[in-house]
């Protein structure tokens, strides 16, 4: 178990993606930063960290028999920085045509 929180504000870090090395699961963090591995065999296993906006991190932890692990984690921001995006957009126009088809029954003319 743990909590991901960023390293300047000391704010928790939401939706985080947490893993180890050598095991198929990651879990992300709640809205509290707060993160829950169970099942972890006893040994010694590279904790990885990912969000974005945040440089990644890695850490080694050891996990013991029967003690649970507790990790505290904090991320250091570091923007993404984009190309810039153009968005373009057509419209294709239409000419309408005024037909006797286009009247309704009983309306009167002008």
Same mark, same amino acid.
């Given at each position: 178990?743990?909590? *991901? %929180?960023?390293?300047?504000?000391?704010?928790?870090?939401?939706?985080?993606? =947490? @893993? #180890?090395?050598?095991?198929?699961?990651?879990?992300?963090?709640?809205?509290?930063?707060?993160?829950?591995?169970?099942?972890?065999?006893?040994?010694v296993?590279?904790?990885? *960290? %990912?969000?974005?906006?945040?440089?990644?991190?890695?850490?080694p932890?050891? =996990? @013991? #028999?029967?003690?649970?692990?507790?990790?505290?984690?904090?991320?250091?921001?570091?923007?993404?920085?984009?190309?810039?995006l153009?968005?373009?957009?057509?419209?294709?126009?239409? %000419?309408?045509?005024?037909?006797?088809?286009?009247?309704?029954?009983?309306?009167? @003319? #002008?």
């Amino acid at each position: 178990m743990g909590q *991901v %929180r960023d390293a300047r504000t000391e704010d928790p870090v939401a939706a985080a993606a =947490v @893993s #180890l090395a050598g095991r198929p699961e990651t879990v992300q963090t709640n809205r509290r930063g707060r993160f829950i591995m169970s099942g972890v065999p006893v040994g010694v296993y590279e904790l990885s *960290v %990912r969000h974005l906006g945040y440089a990644p991190l890695s850490h080694p932890i050891s =996990v @013991s #028999l029967g003690i649970t692990t507790d990790v505290e984690v904090g991320l250091v921001p570091d923007p993404v920085e984009m190309e810039p995006l153009v968005a373009t957009a057509t419209r294709v126009r239409r %000419r309408f045509r005024r037909s006797s088809a286009d009247t309704l029954p009983g309306a009167a @003319s #002008l």
